[in-house]
T-cell receptor
Framework: DTGVSQNPRHKITKRGQNVTFRCDPI?????LYWYRQTLGQGPEFLTY????????KSRLLSDRFSAERPKGSFSTLEIQRTEQGDSAMYLC?????????????FGPGTRLTVT | AQRVTQPEKLLSVFKGAPVELKCNYS??????LFWYVQYSRQRLQLLLR??SRESIKGFTADLNKGETSFHLKKPFAQEEDSAMYYC?????????????FGQGTTLQVKP
């Protein structure tokens, strides 16, 4: 297992286009998190899944954002009608919740540039 | 609302000098505090968490509930410690595991 993977690593798109990112968590991790990181800031929570259920969404996640984890394995994050303000690094993390422990392992991120 | 503050964007020290990266938080409940590190061209990784009370790579951090702080310390900095450090908080009372991060501090250790 090589850890959490994310694809693509970089995405350049024009304003108004839709984009989709994929995250493959560590096998058998039951939780999957999405964060967004803009320049000079720490990561900000967007949403998370426990297995296939999306349990919490941040107010940062506007109606243009949707995330899925259809079989409780990989997850996708889609942004519709992208805006320049969506330019950021999108990070995925996964964890195996057990005995009150929830250590998150992060992927390398997808850097989105909206022109 | 929960908040994590790292007052220094950049901390520059010489090799062998002591290091203290500051982290303050605001949260009315019981927090779980973490330090994450990101080395150049690598992904974000957990350095330590207050619950485990470990010392990792010579770093320690003590949760001070009175001062709402979780400063990261190392007595003798090494050049390989140069990286971006993030302090993060999770709410023990909730079951989400969602992390709230500070803005990060770049540690630069000069030879």
């Amino acid at each position: 297992d090589t850890g959490v993977s994310q694809n693509p690593r970089h995405k350049i798109t024009k304003r108004g286009q839709n984009v989709t990112f994929r995250c493959d968590p560590i096998s058998e991790h039951n939780r999957l998190y999405w964060y967004r990181q803009t320049l000079g800031q720490g990561p900000e929570f967007l949403t998370y899944f426990q297995n296939e259920a999306q349990l919490e969404k941040s107010r940062l996640l506007s109606d243009r954002f949707s995330a899925e984890r259809p079989k409780g394995s990989f997850s996708t994050l889609e942004i519709q009608r992208t805006e320049q303000g969506d330019s950021a690094m999108y990070l995925c993390a996964s964890s195996l919740v057990s005995a009150g422990k929830d250590e998150q392992y992060f992927g390398p991120g997808t850097r989105l540039t909206v022109t | 609302a929960q908040r994590v503050t790292q007052p220094e964007k950049l901390l520059s020290v010489f090799k062998g000098a002591p290091v203290e990266l500051k982290c303050n938080y605001s949260y009315s409940g019981s927090p779980e505090l973490f330090w994450y590190v990101q080395y150049s061209r690598q992904r974000l990784q957990l350095l330590l968490r207050h619950i485990s009370r470990e010392s990792i790579k010579g770093f320690t951090a003590d949760l001070n509930k009175g001062e709402t702080s979780f400063h990261l310390k190392k007595p003798f900095a090494q050049e390989e410690d140069s990286a971006m450090y993030y302090c993060a908080l999770a709410r023990l009372s909730s079951n989400t595991g969602k992390l709230i991060f500070g803005q990060g501090t770049t540690l630069q250790v000069k030879p």
